[in-house]
């Protein structure tokens, strides 16, 4: 049984301040332990006094970005054991918006992934479609190939230690999701993916869907057989929201007999 994963990307939004008023109320607003891991991902000025204020709570701390090196003249760049020493439990690499706007490359998102699991950072690795590639039907062939160069420098016996998140880039910031049906028909070809490089693992590894994930769409996705969590974007900027969205991702299991 995969344990449900939700992570809210606040991208380049909210200061230090604000962050930490998000948590305040955050933390007031989801259950104690909750059934699901619960992300958030501040900007990296946010970081260090967020990390603070989650510290002995049920909510994890992720970094948006990493660079892969260990240290050296990166000038703007982080390292994974920087983000590990101010308490970073994930970072989200491979967003597509650093793929596009910032033309990451599916190696570098390889290396930053193994740099991440070498500091015991769980590394969430994006990947997606644009539109163009979904209507020619490039769907699997472009996502397929995302992960075989983003997954192939970690270690065979680490699959089990990463998250896949699955985030169609026609869905992000834009209102429109995929179908359950249509995000499920992918995360079982990624996990198909993830059975040939990892073996067996591949039944362990989280797989979340992202794209204009919100309150009321969460549960039917959850519902799909290979959707664990999801990443959500604009929706988490609000804690109410957010802590909506985490309380309707944990689907019933149904009344005792
Ligand atoms: C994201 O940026 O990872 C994302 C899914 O954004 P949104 O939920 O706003 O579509």
């Not at 380049?12 to 989801?30: K, N, S, T």
């Not at 910032?102 to 070498?118: C, Q, Y």
């Not at 362990?204 to 664990?228: F, H």
């Amino acid at each position: 049984m995969r344990r449900p994963i939700l992570a809210a990307n606040w991208k380049m939004q909210m200061g230090v301040a604000e962050a930490i008023a998000y948590a305040d109320r955050f933390l007031g607003l989801i259950a104690e332990p909750t059934a699901v891991d619960v992300i958030l991902a501040p900007p990296a000025t946010a970081l260090d006094a967020l990390g603070q204020r989650l510290a002995q709570s049920p909510v994890a701390l992720a970094a948006q970005n990493v660079h892969p090196a260990a240290g050296g003249a990166f000038t703007g760049e982080l390292s994974a054991g920087m983000l590990s020493e101010v308490g970073c439990r994930y970072a989200i690499v491979g967003h597509s918006e650093r793929r596009t706007l910032l033309g990451e490359t599916s190696e570098f998102v390889g290396a930053k992934a193994r740099a991440l699991l070498e500091a015991g950072i769980t590394p969430i690795v994006c990947c997606g479609e644009t539109d163009d590639e979904r209507e020619s039907g490039r769907t699997f062939d472009v996502i397929s190939e995302q992960l075989e160069i983003s997954l192939g420098e970690i270690p065979a016996d680490r699959g089990a230690d990463l998250v896949v998140a699955y985030e169609p880039i026609w869905a992000i910031g834009t209102g429109k999701t995929a179908t359950p049906e249509t995000a499920q028909e992918v995360h079982a070809m990624i996990r198909e993916r993830l059975r040939d490089r990892f073996g067996d693992a591949a039944a362990e590894i989280r797989i979340q869907y992202g794209g204009s994930v919100k309150p009321d769409n969460v549960a039917a996705l959850m519902s799909q057989t290979d959707i664990d969590g999801a990443l959500v974007g604009g929706a988490s900027l609000d804690p109410e929201s957010f802590a909506e969205i985490v309380r309707l991702s944990v689907i019933p299991t149904g009344d005792p007999q």
